[in-house]
């Protein structure tokens, strides 16, 4: 079964939308290592249209120009990418497709095809709400930015119900930026009040 991983830039108040327009002071060697180490596992990459159309109006050109980033342009390119959309999808941008059919069917297939890459997603955050609630995100990858912003969409708002995560891992880097890497929990711990006091401090009468 292949794996799916997202990767986010958020804000520490939650917020996940334009990150373009806070969260490039805090880019450094270290994120940008984690960003490469997500994409490079995937042969596939997983997008929502308005994440494809900022990309597919960028890297293509950023490839061509042969600059320090052409090599990631390059790997984005050469990748396949799949593009969620309700309307008929014309591209440019080589290796590009439309996701066919229901998204959960799909993307239940797409996770049983026959190949130990992963599929990867970057932004895309309603697609990413609906794959977490339908339990096919393995991996949510959150650069979380010590900054807040204050407006914008943020990653868990207006949630259904709530969405119990396990941490696999975490990094802190040189600026501040966590990096934190959750999978669903199934078997996320329980309790009340009656439960969680017998770990409060005991004061002797």
Same mark, same amino acid.
């Given at each position: 079964?292949?794996?799916?991983?997202?990767? @986010?830039?958020?804000?520490?108040?939650?917020?996940?939308?334009?990150?373009?327009?806070?969260?490039?002071?805090?880019?450094?060697?270290?994120?940008?290592? #984690?960003?490469?180490?997500?994409?490079?596992?995937?042969?596939?990459?997983?997008?929502?249209?308005?994440?494809?159309?900022?990309?597919?109006?960028?890297?293509?050109?950023?490839?061509?120009?042969?600059? !320090?980033?052409?090599?990631?342009?390059?790997?984005?390119?050469? $990748?396949?990418?799949?593009?969620?959309?309700?309307?008929?999808?014309?591209?440019?941008?080589?290796?590009? !497709?439309?996701?066919?059919?229901?998204? /959960?069917? #799909?993307?239940?297939? @797409?996770?049983? !095809?026959?190949?130990?890459?992963?599929?990867?997603?970057?932004?895309?955050?309603?697609?990413?709400?609906?794959?977490?609630?339908?339990?096919?995100?393995?991996?949510?990858?959150?650069?979380?930015?010590?900054?807040?912003?204050? !407006?914008?969409?943020?990653?868990?708002? &207006?949630?259904? $119900?709530?969405?119990?995560?396990?941490? /696999?891992?975490?990094?802190?880097?040189?600026?501040?930026?966590?990096?934190?890497?959750?999978?669903?929990? &199934?078997?996320?711990?329980?309790?009340?009040? #009656?439960? $969680?006091?017998?770990?409060?401090?005991?004061?002797?009468?």
């Amino acid at each position: 079964m292949r794996k799916i991983t997202a990767g @986010l830039f958020i804000s520490l108040d939650g917020v996940v939308e334009n990150p373009q327009d806070w969260h490039f002071p805090y880019f450094n060697d270290e994120m940008g290592q #984690a960003v490469d180490a997500q994409m490079s596992s995937a042969d596939t990459l997983l997008l929502g249209r308005r994440t494809y159309d900022s990309f597919a109006s960028a890297w293509p050109d950023r490839e061509k120009a042969g600059a !320090e980033d052409a090599a990631f342009a390059k790997k984005l390119g050469d $990748a396949r990418k799949i593009v969620v959309s309700t309307r008929e999808l014309e591209f440019t941008w080589r290796n590009s !497709e439309q996701l066919q059919g229901d998204l /959960i069917e #799909a993307v239940t297939a @797409l996770k049983a !095809e026959p190949s130990t890459a992963d599929i990867a997603m970057s932004g895309s955050v309603s697609l990413v709400r609906r794959l977490l609630a339908a339990g096919l995100l393995d991996e949510l990858h959150l650069l979380v930015h010590p900054i807040a912003v204050g !407006e914008g969409m943020r990653l868990f708002e &207006d949630a259904d $119900a709530p969405l119990p995560l396990k941490l /696999i891992s975490s990094v802190t880097f040189a600026t501040g930026v966590v990096h934190l890497v959750y999978r669903l929990d &199934d078997g996320a711990p329980t309790g009340d009040y #009656a439960k $969680a006091k017998a770990s409060l401090p005991q004061t002797a009468d």
